[in-house]
T-cell receptor
Framework: AQSVSQHNHHVILSEAASLELGCNYSYGGTVNLFWYVQYPGQHLQLLLKYFSGDPLVKGIKGFEAEFIKSKFSFNLRKPSVQWSDTAEYFCAVKGGADGLTFGKGTHLIIQP | DTAVSQTPKYLVTQMGNDKSIKCEQNLGHDTMYWYKQDSKKFLKIMFSYNNKELIINETVPNRFSPKSPDKAHLNLHINSLELGDSAVYFC????????????FGPGTRLLVL
């Protein structure tokens, strides 16, 4: 069975700081990897995804993530965060025909 | 032109009642899902339907029954509601297979009193 681990449950940063959220997964086969964001009171929105090819993927709102196969990692990064980035961030993996397996989420708070 | 829609948005009910949540997608996807998000924000898949056939049931109590009248709809019926069923329920849809990105509905916040 696949699993996803997000290392940071709560992260507090100041505006303009750089962000890196860790995500590790376990699955024996080919996986697709996703980062979703959930703004307060809203539904999940796709930030970015990796299927194949360039392991550095760029998403919306200046986010990017790097797939490192040898480390089973898919960390999310943003060079300079904004107050509006305050949200819950979920890493997810999809293997085979299964639905998404989510990590437990990282609650990101950006202080103005 | 909402891609994945759910009704109702909020649902407050008493223990023991039976309730349904509806989901519709207009993306032409052939797979739909139900996820439960608990009070700690943890998301877990409950069901997946592909072309009107159940392909995942992640040990969800049989009080929960998904019903798919066609591939654009996947409704969730819950019998004998319990306090622990209080959560946000998200519907999602995707194309079948490894490369299908899932798109989520706005969620239904269920509160069982």
């Amino acid at each position: 069975a696949q699993s996803v681990s997000q290392h940071n449950h709560h992260v507090i940063l100041s505006e303009a700081a750089s962000l890196e959220l860790g995500c590790n997964y376990s699955y024996g086969g080919t996986v697709n990897l996703f980062w979703y964001v959930q703004y307060p009171g809203q539904h999940l929105q796709l930030l970015l995804k990796y299927f194949s090819g360039d392991p550095l993927v760029k998403g919306i709102k200046g986010f990017e993530a790097e797939f490192i196969k040898s480390k089973f990692s898919f960390n999310l990064r943003k060079p300079s965060v904004q107050w509006s980035d305050t949200a819950e961030y979920f890493c997810a993996v999809k293997g085979g025909a299964d639905g998404l397996t989510f990590g437990k989420g990282t609650h990101l708070i950006i202080q103005p | 032109d909402t891609a994945v829609s759910q009704t109702p948005k909020y649902l407050v009910t008493q223990m023991g009642n039976d309730k349904s949540i509806k989901c519709e997608q207009n993306l032409g996807h052939d797979t739909m899902y139900w996820y439960k998000q608990d009070s700690k924000k943890f998301l877990k898949i409950m069901f997946s339907y592909n072309n009107k056939e159940l392909i995942i049931n992640e040990t969800v109590p049989n009080r929960f029954s998904p019903k798919s009248p066609d591939k654009a709809h996947l409704n969730l019926h819950i019998n004998s509601l319990e306090l622990g069923d209080s959560a946000v329920y998200f519907c999602a849809s995707s194309q079948t297979g490894l490369f299908g990105t899932q798109y989520f509905g706005p969620g239904t916040r269920l509160l069982v009193l």
